[in-house]
């Protein structure tokens, strides 16, 4: 499943990325992160196989990189790596290609 998910506790980072089941993930960053996210796109509205879903998700990321930004979390007391200070639309158009 390709997914775009915005950090509503900043308005401004977009997540994109596959997972087996987003809202376990999202689950996951309420409890870890103390955040709550909103998917703002799906490839599909039930789970989907997709082949090469990691190297999609890595073609991703890469024309995204120019917006990706290493956040230092308070809760979890990590390094997220991933977040996109970009709009949900820019995210999703990649996502599409
Ligand atoms: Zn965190």
Sequence with gaps: MCTCIR???????????????????SKQWTFACNMTT???YSKA???LLIPYA??????CH???QHV???VDCNAC??????????????????VQK
């Design 77 to 94: 007391v990590a390094y997220h790596m991933e977040w996109l200070r970009t709009s949900v639309a820019e995210a999703i158009a990649v």
């Design 68 to 70: 990706n930004e290493i």
């Design 62 to 64: 890469a024309e995204l």
């Design 54 to 59: 990691r190297r999609v998700e890595a073609l």
């Design 38 to 40: 909103t998917l703002v």
């Design 7 to 25: 950090l509503p506790a900043t308005q401004v980072f977009v997540k994109t990325g596959y997972t087996q089941d987003v809202t376990e993930r």
């Design 45 to 47: 509205r039930k789970p």
